[in-house]
């Protein structure tokens, strides 16, 4: 059995792969983008191996996660550009 170990804020890669894993490649970097931060914050709070808390959030990680999670969508899609 492999178990992920546990994640939290700093993490902004670790988080960018799960959301990519949850919404997979269709959730396009326009629609990234377009997600509020309360929304970006709730997901990122579901994510069953994330320990962090919602007061030990800031705007900075949640730009970095995002950013971070556009890079990870590029990335599978590098053959398409």
């Known amino acids: 059995m492999h178990f ?3 994640i939290n804020w700093p993490d ?3 988080i960018a792969i799960k959301l990519y894993e949850r919404f997979g490649p269709t959730f396009t ?3 990234i983008y377009r997600v509020r931060f309360t ?10 191996i994330f320990e962090g808390k919602r007061e030990q959030c ?3 990680h949640l730009e970095q996660i995002q950013a ?3 890079y ?3 990335d599978s899609h590098e053959d398409d550009m």
């Not at 929304?39 to 069953?48: A, F, H, P, S």
């Open 39 to 48: 929304q970006l914050l709730d997901w990122i709070l579901e994510i069953d």
């Open 12 to 14: 902004h890669e670790d």
């Open 4 to 6: 992920d170990p546990p």
């Open 29 to 31: 970097e326009k629609k």
């Open 68 to 70: 971070a999670w556009v």
């Open 58 to 60: 800031s705007e900075g």
């Open 72 to 74: 990870e969508w590029r």
